[in-house]
């Protein structure tokens, strides 16, 4: 049993479900909060997060819940407490505490919620999408007669015309960020601030990444905040999703640290490298002044009406036009980002949308990424970009180049030898850069009508203001 009411007025989720509602015109929607997620005995179970399009609509995180929007009115359907939860978890707050903060018109028990669906319309006629809770969703598609394929996440495959109407209504006023959604990012990425500048600061050759993400994370819990996803701290930047901290940090190591806070389920999701000696060598500085220019260079284009993939080619021409001065590419920028020889140092995609989910709307797979008509290249590297639509006023999109030396792709004589045999990779002039596995530098950027606003431009970034950050610490 898990109860978190929101902390912001309730018309942001009034105004939110009667836009959603605006767009489904008659048609009901039922969407469910999930449950708890067992860990391993009953009473022991994972913090409850949850499913973000509820988050979205009611604010308030509660276990089992779901919430029908149907014919003007929005009826919140609960668990109803046991005799004993006040014993264990505390006073439940009341139905009209509930209903005051959420701004539903009226709090049902869960039993009644198939008399309920009756009446708007039957099973088949409701639309729902898929919980992320594997339990809630075989519950759901029981209730809603759905026929859903297995697996962990379920996407988009095998939905209901009805649902797939209200993905595309759900994406449609997700895409694009309120005031409500934009305070609490903003109060997202200002503890994520905290984060990385303690990161830095408590930087040391001897410590482990574990010791630095403890100071990190401390800084999110400190402010009432969970990691919006598993902290990436570490000093093989090159695993591009490491998930393990029990490296020890050695001076002319460069530490990647990836990490986000959630506030309220919105999210943010903020990279810096940083010297763990407190400078950065020659090499480190040469290749991080590349990947600063191509994050610079794409968050410039964050405008309306730029489509997301040319942000990332922009990108991938810094890198590429870097690298080439380097000598560790050669030829022409345009042409190698043409024939994605950039990919072989920089193999992911510049970015993705950023709201309650760090990858907003993932769940929805590529109809949430990718505007209609458009689907995902194949060529490696471009195969990764998560968003490929043009940009609108409140989209939050991250900016995140990086450059890796990867040493499954440089194994893969696939993908480096249509470069080294005609020359434009010159793989041997990697050596000289030794001192660099991974380096990634990643913002948050909000979509206005004119130029963008990165939310999280108090987190040093610039070589001597990263340096003047580590040395906060050693003082
Ligand atoms: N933190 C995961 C990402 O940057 O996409
Ligand atoms: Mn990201
Ligand atoms: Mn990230």
Known sequence: MSTRLPVQPSDRFVGRRRALAAALGPRAALVFAGGLRGRNYPANSYPFRADSHFLYLCGAAL?????????????????PAAEDDALWHGEIPSASEVCRTTGVDALRSIHELPAAIASAGGARAVATLPSLDPLTRARQAALLERRWPGGRFPGVDGLDAVDLELADAVIELRLRHDDGALEMIRRAIEGTAAAHLAGMAVTRPGLFEYEVRAAMERELI???MECAYGSIVTVHGEILHATTHHNRLSNGD???????GEYQGWASDVTRT???GGAFSPTQRALYEIVLAANEAAIAMVRPGVRYRDVHLAAARVL???????GILRGDPDALVERGAHALLFPHGVGHLLGLDVHDMEDLGDRAGYARGRSRSEQFGLAYLRLDRDLTPGMVVTIEPGLYVVPAILADARLCEPFAQDGSFARERLTRFSDVRGIRIEDDVLCTPTEPVVLSSSIPKT??????AVARGRV
Not at 70 to 75: F, K, S, T
């Open 63 to 79: 276990t089992d819940a779901a919430l029908l929007v149907h014919d003007g009115r929005c009826e919140l359907f609960v668990v």
């Open 222 to 224: 400190a402010r009432e």
């Open 254 to 260: 460069l530490l990647l640290a990836d990490v986000g």
């Open 274 to 276: 940083w010297p763990v």
């Open 320 to 326: 590429a036009s870097g690298l080439v001065d380097e």
């Open 463 to 468: 070589v001597a203001a990263v340096e003047a």
